[in-house]
């Protein structure tokens, strides 16, 4: 844990800064009322690149047990277009490799099983693995039997012992989160069945760059993902990319990348499209990383001179939606209590009764909106701007409005 001096693919020490946003307070440690008045530990947040490779990567790692087994409380899509995504997913995943009731499908970093319970309608049988263990509870006791560890090498084996080869295993938005990635697909490896096929999806450097997403920068976000660096890391491991698709919709822009055994799959044309048009938009460059950087401050300064303007003509602030990356914007804007009245989530969500990380903002259900009446609403899962607005449409008929703060700040 600490500082890095080796990049997390390739081991090369030619690491070059380029993102600096400061130190931060952990993501997801929503607090509770007791614990306003005790220190919050802070941890640097500042991407680096590899010249070598070319991954884009956090300088820092934190304790992967302090970011995920102490009151971890996020909770996987249960609606609207993230559930849809996810069992669309799984539907396909199921249809394309001919997957049926004897196969077996694991989801690495499982959550409450949103992923899991898709493959599980479509008939297969299913597996988690998630170190969260309050949030494993929740999918065991929902159907979906859960392994509370991580992913290792011992897991892999007791889980192959207990239930067999994996015909297919899963990684949404987990691959990002790993520190060892050789130790991690060997683990793959040994679980995998001949023939098997290793999927994860995670959001891409090319949308992170373009859409001026930031704000995904935290410390459970160790890498910043492009095919590029995956590739070589692959090859190393004794596996092959055969397969990528691009989901520009999904967490701002994200790519889902298939591997197997090398040898065992055919390469399909859009693996090298995909590496084209990454060197095209030169998302590896130290200059267009830079470029990147200064336009970070500029939308800071933009986002809280909006807030500070409305404030003077007498408006009044809330928040919808507290995601870990809501936490970023909110603390490396310095955003707290002097502009936000309150935020808010679903009343059946976890984090409600607790108070924002850093900032100290009260987390009330989304009910209040239409209580309080606050004019404009700051709404920080901007990826699912258009479920949110939809579910809050109440808020609107009575004059409220929302600002959507990524890629650049306006208003709806």
């Known amino acids: 844990m600490g500082n890095i001096r080796n990049c997390r693919f390739c081991k090369s020490r030619d690491l070059v800064p380029y993102l600096n946003l400061g130190s931060h307070p952990h993501s997801d440690r929503f607090l509770r009322p007791e614990q306003l008045d005790e220190p919050e530990v802070y941890y640097p947040l500042k991407v680096v690149l590899c010249r070598a490779c070319g991954l884009n990567q956090l300088s820092y790692t934190v304790d992967p047990k302090v970011l995920y087994q102490e009151e971890y409380l996020y909770e996987s899509p249960k609606s609207g277009s993230g559930l849809e995504h996810y069992h669309s997913f799984a539907k396909e995943t199921v249809k394309r490799f001919g997957l049926g009731k004897r196969d077996l499908v694991v989801d690495i970093g499982s959550n409450i099983g949103t992923l899991l319970k898709g493959f599980k309608k479509a008939g297969t049988r299913v597996l988690g693995v998630d170190p969260a263990k309050n949030i494993a509870a929740l999918a065991t006791k929902a159907g979906v039997p859960t392994i509370p560890d991580f992913f290792t090498s011992a897991v892999a084996a007791q889980a192959r012992r207990r239930y067999g080869a994996a015909s297919v295993i899963t990684g949404t938005n987990v691959f990002a989160h790993v520190s060892d990635h050789n130790s991690f697909l060997a683990s793959v490896k ?33 890498l910043y993902l492009s095919l590029q660096p995956v590739m070589r890391l692959v090859k190393k491991n004794g596996l092959e990319v055969f397969r990528v698709e691009e989901y520009p919709g999904m967490h701002g822009g994200s790519f889902r990348v298939f591997m197997a055994r090398k040898g065992e799959r055919k390469v399909e044309p859009g693996v090298a499209r995909l590496l084209a048009k990454e060197r095209k938009a030169g998302i590896h460059s130290l200059g267009t990383l830079k470029k990147f950087a200064a336009r970070v401050a500029k939308h800071r300064l933009a986002l809280v001179l909006l807030l500070d303007g409305l404030q003077k003509r007498g408006k009044r602030i809330a928040i919808v939606s507290t995601p870990a990356k809501g936490m970023t914007l909110l603390n490396y804007c310095k955003i707290g209590t002097e502009r936000i009245e309150f935020a808010t989530e679903r009343r059946d969500g976890l984090k409600c009764g607790r108070f924002t990380p850093g900032g100290h903002i009260p987390i009330v259900p989304d009910g209040e909106l239409l209580k309080k009446r606050p004019n404009y609403a700051l709404l920080l899962a901007w990826n699912f701007a258009d479920d949110i607005m939809k579910n809050l449409a109440a808020y609107r008929k009575q004059g409220g409005k929302f600002i959507i703060p990524i890629p650049w700040p306006k208003i709806k």
Not at 192 to 206: D, K, N, Q, R
């Open 190 to 222: 040994k679980l995998l069945a001949p023939g098997g096929v290793f999927i994860f999806e995670s959001p891409h450097l090319l949308y992170l760059i373009k859409n001026l997403e930031y704000d995904t920068v935290y410390a459970q976000h160790l």
